[in-house]
C-alpha cells in the first residue's frame, strides 16, 4: 500500500464533507485554519477541493471537527444527495429547516451504508418493483382503490389485514425501511434514488398504527410518484396537491380493502344484531389502523353514520384506555431502527471477517459494547446454526 | 507467551476485553512487553469503557487509572509516514481504531493484540511479520504467571463473556481451552 490515498481521492467530495464537518461543530474557516497552522484562505481552498490535503492536516481536522477520519476518506457516493434532493421538496422556515436537517443527514447516510453492506456482502436487496402507475386525469378516490387492489393482488395479499406491512414493503416489495426518531408532526420521509431504489424513514415515535398508515402513505408516493422526494408532516399545505390527497387516500384502501371490510363488518352485525364500540374496536385492532381512520372509513362506505366519529369524540373516548380494557394488545410489529436484512447483511459481514467490530457498531449506529450485545442476538436470531453452515447453499447436493 | 517486540499496542476490542475482566491492571503488568494504546482508539472508546466502568459499579476506570499509573502508555502518530499509513489503512479499513493502531505497529515494529478478524487478516497482510496476540492468550498467560486459582480464571472469563460480551470464534486456536476453564 504505497500510494498516498490523498492524492488519489475526489478532492471536490472531500472539500465539501469537511465543510458541513465544520459548519456542524460550529467552527469558523478562521478557527480551522488555526487547528492546521495555515491561513483562512487555505481552508477555503481545501473545502473548494482545489488544495490537496496533507494526512497530517486532515487527522487534525477531524479531530478539530470531532469526528472520525473514515467519515472523510471513503470512495466518492453514487447515489445523489438527499440535500439536493428534497431542497425543493417542500418549502420550509429556518425553524423546521433546523430541526429536520438532522434527520434527512441520518437517513440519508443509513441508506448509503445499507448500500455500502449490500456491497459488501454481494448481496443486493431484491427488488419486486411494479411499474410506476399512471394517474393522470383520474379520480382520486378511485385511482387509490384501483391501485390498492392492483397491489394486493400483485403481492398476493388478498383481502384480509397486512399484518407486517413493514416486512412486505422490506422484503417483498424490497423498499428500505427506517424508523428514525423525528419531532411529533412528521410523519414520513420518502426518497427514491436508481441505486438506492425507494426508500422510507417512519417516525418511531409515533404509534405503530400511526406508523403503518404513513408507510402505506409512502407506498403510494413510490408507486404513483416514485422520483419526487417527500417530507411529510402536518400542517404543511395551504392547498394540498393532487399527488398528496391521493397518497392521503390509498392507505384507507390499501389496509383496509372494501370488499374485506365489509364481509368483515357484516358478520359481526349479523352476530350481534348491531355493531357496537367494542365491535369497532376489534376490527381496528384486526386490521392494524387507528379507530379514527377505521370510523371514517366505515363513515365513507356508509356502513357507519357520517359524524360518528366526532360523537364518540365529543363522548370524552379515551383510545388507550379502551383497548386495555379490552385486552387489545399492541399489534405486532418490528420497531428497530434498521431494517432486518440491513442487521442480517451487517452480522454476516462481521462473522465473515469483512468488516472490523468498530465498522460494525458504526453500521448499526450504537458503540462497541452495546454492538457487541446486537451481534450476539442477531446470531441467535440467525437460527443457532453453525457459522460455516449459515452460508450453504442449500440448493447444491 | 514470548513477545518477540519491545511493545505491543491494545486494539479497542482487547482494552475492552481486559476492562471488563475487572483486572486490567493485573492482566497488563503480567506481559513482558511496554503496553501502548492509540490515542485514536483512547479517545473513541473511553465512552463506551466509562459505561462499561459505570454498569459494573466501578469507582473508576479501570482504563484511565491504568494510564494514570504508567502501565498502559498512550501513544500518537510521530512521524508524516504514520499519518499517512493511518489514513491509507483506513480508506481500506474504515475503522479508524484499528488502522491507528496497525500504522503505529508497522511503523515501530510493535506486536498488536486484537482478536478483530477482518483486522487480523488485514494485518498479517500487510506486516506479516509482526506477532498478533489475542485476548485468550494474554489472559492464559496472566493466570499461569500469576497462578491465578481456577476459580479467580473461571470469573474472569465468566466477566469478560458477560460484561464484555466477549466469545471466542469457533476456530480461535485457544476455544478448547476457554471452554475448559468455563466448565
Known amino acids: 500500500m504505497a500510494t498516498n490515498i490523498l492524492d488519489n481521492i ?7 464533507l469537511l465543510q458541513q464537518a465544520r459548519k456542524k461543530s460550529g ?41 472520525a477520519v473514515s467519515d472523510f476518506v471513503r470512495s466518492s457516493p453514487v447515489t445523489e444527495p438527499f440535500e439536493v434532493q428534497f431542497r425543493a421538496a417542500y418549502q420550509r422556515n429556518e425553524q423546521e429547516e433546523a430541526r429536520i436537517t438532522p434527520i434527512i443527514e441520518r437517513f440519508e447516510e443509513l441508506c448509503r451504508n445499507y448500500l455500502e453492506l449490500e456491497k459488501i456482502m454481494d448481496a443486493p436487496i431484491p427488488r419486486n418493483y411494479p411499474q410506476e402507475y399512471d394517474v393522470n386525469n383520474m379520480p382520486i378516490e378511485a385511482a387509490a382503490e384501483s391501485i390498492a387492489i392492483a397491489e394486493r393482488q400483485r403481492l398476493g395479499l388478498g383481502d384480509g389485514p397486512i399484518p407486517m406491512l413493514r416486512d412486505i414493503l422490506e422484503q417483498s416489495i424490497g423498499i428500505r425501511v427506517f424508523y428514525l426518531n423525528m419531532p411529533a408532526k412528521y410523519s414520513e420521509i420518502y426518497s427514491y434514488d436508481e441505486h438506492l431504489g425507494g426508500c422510507m424513514a417512519i417516525n418511531l415515535s409515533h404509534y405503530e398504527e400511526r406508523r403503518r398508515w404513513s408507510m402505506a402513505h409512502g407506498y403510494l408516493h413510490f408507486l404513483a410518484h416514485r422520483r419526487k422526494p417527500v417530507v411529510d408532516f402536518e400542517g404543511q399545505y395551504k392547498r394540498i396537491p393532487e399527488s398528496e390527497r391521493l397518497a392521503e387516500a390509498f392507505p384507507k384502501y390499501f389496509l383496509m380493502p372494501t370488499s374485506g371490510l365489509l364481509s368483515r363488518f357484516n358478520d359481526m352485525y349479523r352476530t350481534h344484531g348491531k355493531f357496537t364500540p367494542t365491535n369497532l374496536f376489534t376490527l381496528a385492532h384486526y386490521y392494524g389502523v387507528s379507530i379514527e381512520s377505521l370510523v371514517y372509513r366505515l363513515e365513507d362506505m356508509e356502513l357507519l353514520p357520517s359524524g360518528t366519529w366526532d360523537r364518540l369524540r365529543d363522548r370524552g373516548l379515551k383510545v388507550r384506555k379502551v383497548q386495555q380494557e379490552l385486552g387489545l394488545e399492541e399489534i405486532e410489529h418490528r420497531a428497530d431502527i434498521l431494517p432486518i436484512h440491513y442487521q442480517h447483511l451487517a452480522i454476516e459481514a462481521l462473522e465473515q471477517g469483512l468488516i472490523t467490530e468498530g465498522r460494525f457498531a458504526d453500521f448499526l449506529g450504537v458503540d462497541r459494547l452495546e454492538a457487541r450485545r446486537i451481534a450476539e442476538a442477531l446470531r441467535e436470531h440467525s437460527s443457532g446454526m453453525l457459522e460455516e453452515s449459515a452460508y450453504l447453499d442449500l440448493r447444491q447436493a | 507467551m514470548e513477545i518477540k517486540h519491545s511493545h505491543i499496542v491494545l486494539d479497542a476490542c482487547c482494552v475492552l476485553n481486559f476492562c471488563a475482566s475487572g483486572h486490567l491492571i493485573e492482566i497488563i503488568q503480567s506481559i513482558p512487553a511496554q503496553v ?57 479499513l474504515r475503522d479508524d481504531g484499528e488502522s491507528a493502531t496497525c500504522a503505529i505497529a508497522v511503523h515501530r515494529e510493535w506486536a498488536i493484540a486484537t482478536d478483530d478478524k477482518k483486522a487480523i487478516s488485514f494485518f498479517q497482510r500487510e506486516a506479516p511479520n509482526l506477532q498478533i496476540i489475542s485476548t485468550l492468550a494474554i489472559v492464559r498467560h496472566w493466570s499461569e504467571t500469576a497462578n491465578v486459582s481456577s476459580a479467580t480464571l473461571r470469573s474472569v472469563l465468566t466477566a469478560i463473556r458477560t460484561r464484555g460480551r466477549y466469545i471466542p470464534h469457533r476456530n480461535h486456536p485457544l476455544l478448547g481451552w476457554w471452554e475448559d476453564m468455563m466448565r
Open chain 1, 10 to 16: 475526489d478532492l471536490r467530495k472531500l472539500g465539501e
Open chain 2, 36 to 92: 501502548v494504546v492509540t490515542e485514536v482508539v483512547r479517545e473513541r472508546e473511553l465512552l463506551t469503557l466509562q459505561r462499561l466502568a459505570d454498569e459494573s459499579n466501578e469507582d473508576t476506570n479501570q482504563f484511565e487509572a491504568a494510564m494514570g499509573k504508567g502501565l498502559l502508555a498512550v501513544t500518537d502518530f510521530n512521524s508524516e509516514s504514520e499519518e499517512e499509513t493511518f489514513v491509507n489503512y483506513v480508506f481500506e
Open chain 1, 27 to 67: 467552527m469558523t474557516q478562521a478557527d480551522a485554519a488555526k487547528v492546521i497552522d495555515a491561513a483562512r484562505t487555505t481552508i477555503v481552498a481545501i473545502e473548494k477541493g482545489e488544495r490537496r490535503l496533507k494526512p497530517n492536516e486532515l487527522i487534525k481536522l477531524a479531530r478539530a471537527y470531532g469526528r
